[in-house]
């Protein structure tokens, strides 16, 4: 126990550098984490160690993806429910298949080890996206489109994964057999993610104090999860429908400083998730395994890309022409790039049973792949969306800085007199610093003044209004001052008009 516990210590120190060195130098820690892997590995840094991959499936792969459900942008999914379908169902399929057809006929896998290899790279990981999305302030419709897809893809695509395993495991297959497993797989997750999500969702809503709610959504998380387990339902879909149902419930009804806490919980284990996943990889690789499958790691990065366009393309056109519905073509464009793999991904394939035919060229092959995409597509993905320019232009951007300097300082005057009338702050201190925060806001407006952010200053006090309201009717019924049901349906207008607000937006 000693040793392991020193083993882990040392890995979770090296991550913490890593990151930090990735901070410094604005490059995504998940790039920096692959490549660190890499360089442990030609070094033989980390010894060969045996892997439970059960550990894998029941433990990290439950907190990987709820991680990522819990603080999904709901609204923005609901929106775009249309395109997420288009991706994570059928485009998930063509993905496979397309990357399936390559991978046989150029690397010499058999057809079921092909298949399976297409499901394993049919995941996709939106840590690198969404960072570079966040600072390049790209539109919304497009983040939501690209969230959405990896949540519902991902448990597309381990349902894919475990019905090839099974089949590979086999060493036949059977259509019958394959439409059988996914029907139960993803009608049991959804089924029981619904429950999930409301039984933890009520839950939550009663946590008397933060540390109550992050307790109870780590039982929320592995009970799901265990229970989808056992009926063979796919624990993946189930813990992602459960983590948007509670996180959408911890959002509107959670005091902030707990929703704070939450988050901060969830994003600490997705960091340490991804730092261990990456280091488990490279305790089962060797040096002259990456070597020997150069070559066929390279055909399948081309055979996953020629997946992907087709995928996206094609389910695009197919989509537009049947729904009426469009989507630019440079967001495609996004899509297509974007297309980039990581710690899931790695996991997915970590979790294979011991006893899977091709498991060690299948481990070597993917984390060759995951850290090709990492260093050649996340690296440059915040110039690729500068280059089609699908990210805010300059005054946008500084029109939005306008608006968050302003809203702190607002705010900010608030809390001052707040102070000052319970006579914790002196009339001097008071107003020495609220000088300081009017004279923010004062050049905040002098931007917003600007005829061409008329609009956005007209959105922003709109949606400042609304949460208002909505906050105050929440408190009155959690005092007892409105009935809940009165409440409720004045809450779901004001959700209605901020729904009318971010699509007009859009």
Same mark, same amino acid.
């Given at each position: 126990?000693?040793?392991?516990?020193?083993?882990?210590?040392?890995?979770?120190?090296?991550? /913490?550098?890593?990151?930090?060195?990735?901070?410094?130098?604005?490059?995504?820690?998940?790039?920096?984490?692959?490549?660190? $892997?890499?360089?442990?590995?030609?070094?033989?840094?980390?010894?060969?160690?045996?892997?439970?991959?059960?550990?894998?499936?029941?433990?990290?792969?439950?907190?990987?993806?709820?991680?990522?459900?819990? @603080?999904?942008?709901?609204?923005?999914?609901?929106?775009?429910?249309?395109?997420?379908?288009?991706?994570?169902?059928?485009?998930?399929?063509?993905?496979?298949?397309?990357?399936?057809?390559?991978?046989? =006929?150029?690397?010499? @896998?058999?057809?079921?080890?092909?298949?399976?290899?297409?499901?394993?790279?049919?995941?996709?990981?939106?840590?690198?996206?969404?960072?570079?999305?966040?600072?390049?302030?790209?539109? +919304?419709?497009?983040?939501?489109?690209?969230?959405?897809?990896?949540?519902?893809?991902?448990?597309?695509?381990?349902?894919?994964?475990?019905?090839?395993?099974?089949?590979?495991?086999?060493?036949?297959?059977?259509?019958?057999?394959?439409?059988?497993?996914?029907?139960?797989?993803?009608?049991?997750? %959804?089924?029981?993610?619904?429950?999930?999500?409301?039984?933890?969702?009520?839950?939550?809503?009663?946590?008397?104090?933060?540390?109550?709610?992050?307790?109870?959504?780590?039982?929320?998380?592995?009970?799901?999860?265990?229970?989808?387990?056992?009926?063979?339902?796919?624990?993946?879909?189930?813990?992602?429908?459960?983590?948007?149902?509670?996180?959408?419930?911890?959002?509107?009804?959670?005091?902030?400083?707990?929703?704070?806490?939450?988050? $901060?919980?969830?994003? /600490?284990?997705? @960091?340490?998730?991804?730092?261990?996943?990456?280091?488990?990889?490279?305790?089962?690789?060797?040096?002259?395994?990456?070597?020997? *499958?150069?070559?066929?790691?390279?055909? /399948?990065?081309?055979?996953?890309?020629?997946? &992907?366009?087709?995928?996206?393309?094609?389910?695009?056109?197919?989509?537009?022409? =049947?729904?009426?519905?469009?989507?630019?073509?440079? =967001?495609?464009?996004?899509?297509?790039?974007?297309?980039?793999?990581?710690?899931?991904?790695?996991?997915?394939?970590?979790?294979?049973?011991?006893? /899977?035919?091709? &498991?060690?060229?299948?481990?070597?092959?993917?984390?060759?792949?995951?850290?090709?995409?990492?260093?050649?597509?996340?690296?440059?993905?915040?110039?690729?969306?500068?280059?089609?320019?699908?990210?805010?232009?300059?005054?946008?951007?500084?029109?939005?800085?306008?608006?968050?300097?302003?809203?702190?300082?607002?705010?900010?005057? %608030?809390?001052?007199?707040?102070?000052?009338?319970?006579?914790?702050?002196?009339?001097?201190?008071?107003?020495?610093?609220?000088?300081?925060?009017?004279?923010?806001?004062?050049?905040?407006?002098?931007?917003?003044?600007?005829?061409?952010?008329?609009?956005?200053?007209?959105?922003?006090?709109?949606?400042?209004?609304?949460?208002?309201?909505?906050?105050?009717?929440?408190?009155?019924?959690? +005092?007892?001052?409105?009935?809940?049901?009165?409440?409720?349906? +004045?809450?779901?207008?004001?959700?209605?008009?901020? %729904?009318?607000?971010?699509? *007009?937006?859009?």
């Amino acid at each position: 126990m000693h040793e392991r516990l020193s083993s882990l210590v040392s890995v979770l120190a090296v991550g /913490t550098l890593v990151a930090s060195a990735s901070k410094r130098m604005g490059v995504p820690y998940n790039v920096a984490l692959v490549l660190v $892997g890499l360089a442990l590995v030609i070094l033989d840094v980390l010894p060969p160690t045996p892997l439970d991959p059960q550990l894998v499936l029941v433990v990290i792969l439950p907190l990987l993806v709820f991680e990522g459900a819990l @603080f999904a942008d709901t609204d923005g999914l609901r929106r775009a429910a249309a395109p997420i379908v288009a991706l994570a169902a059928p485009g998930v399929i063509i993905s496979l298949l397309g990357t399936a057809a390559l991978a046989m =006929w150029f690397v010499g @896998f058999s057809f079921s080890a092909a298949l399976l290899l297409g499901a394993l790279l049919s995941i996709t990981d939106t840590v690198s996206v969404l960072l570079a999305f966040r600072s390049a302030s790209v539109p +919304r419709q497009l983040q939501s489109i690209m969230e959405g897809e990896s949540l519902f893809n991902d448990g597309t695509a381990l349902v894919l994964v475990s019905v090839t395993t099974t089949m590979l495991l086999q060493g036949s297959f059977e259509l019958g057999f394959a439409v059988r497993g996914m029907t139960v797989a993803i009608g049991g997750g %959804i089924a029981v993610g619904a429950a999930g999500g409301a039984l933890g969702a009520l839950v939550i809503r009663k946590a008397a104090d933060h540390l109550i709610a992050v307790l109870a959504s780590i039982v929320l998380t592995f009970g799901t999860a265990l229970l989808a387990e056992s009926i063979h339902a796919s624990p993946v879909i189930a813990v992602v429908i459960a983590g948007v149902a509670v996180g959408r419930s911890a959002r509107a009804v959670l005091e902030p400083a707990t929703v704070l806490a939450l988050k $901060g919980f969830w994003a /600490t284990v997705g @960091f340490l998730l991804n730092v261990l996943v990456f280091e488990l990889v490279g305790m089962q690789l060797r040096t002259s395994d990456l070597i020997a *499958e150069a070559g066929p790691i390279l055909l /399948t990065l081309v055979a996953l890309h020629v997946g &992907r366009a087709i995928a996206v393309y094609g389910s695009f056109a197919a989509f537009g022409r =049947w729904l009426g519905a469009r989507t630019p073509l440079r =967001w495609q464009h996004v899509m297509v790039v974007g297309n980039i793999k990581g710690a899931l991904c790695m996991a997915a394939v970590l979790a294979l049973p011991q006893t /899977t035919p091709f &498991r060690d060229r299948l481990i070597t092959i993917v984390f060759g792949v995951t850290f090709l995409t990492l260093v050649t597509q996340a690296l440059p993905f915040r110039r690729v969306l500068h280059w089609l320019g699908v990210s805010a232009s300059a005054g946008h951007s500084a029109i939005d800085h306008a608006k968050a300097t302003l809203l702190g300082a607002r705010h900010g005057q %608030i809390a001052l007199d707040e102070l000052m009338q319970a006579g914790v702050l002196s009339q001097r201190d008071h107003a020495e610093r609220r000088a300081v925060l009017q004279r923010e806001a004062i050049d905040a407006e002098r931007i917003l003044r600007d005829v061409s952010a008329r609009h956005e200053r007209d959105h922003v006090a709109d949606v400042a209004v609304l949460l208002a309201q909505k906050a105050a009717l929440q408190e009155a019924a959690q +005092r007892g001052l409105i009935s809940d049901y009165s409440a409720e349906e +004045r809450v779901a207008s004001i959700d209605s008009r901020l %729904i009318a607000l971010a699509t *007009e937006e859009s």
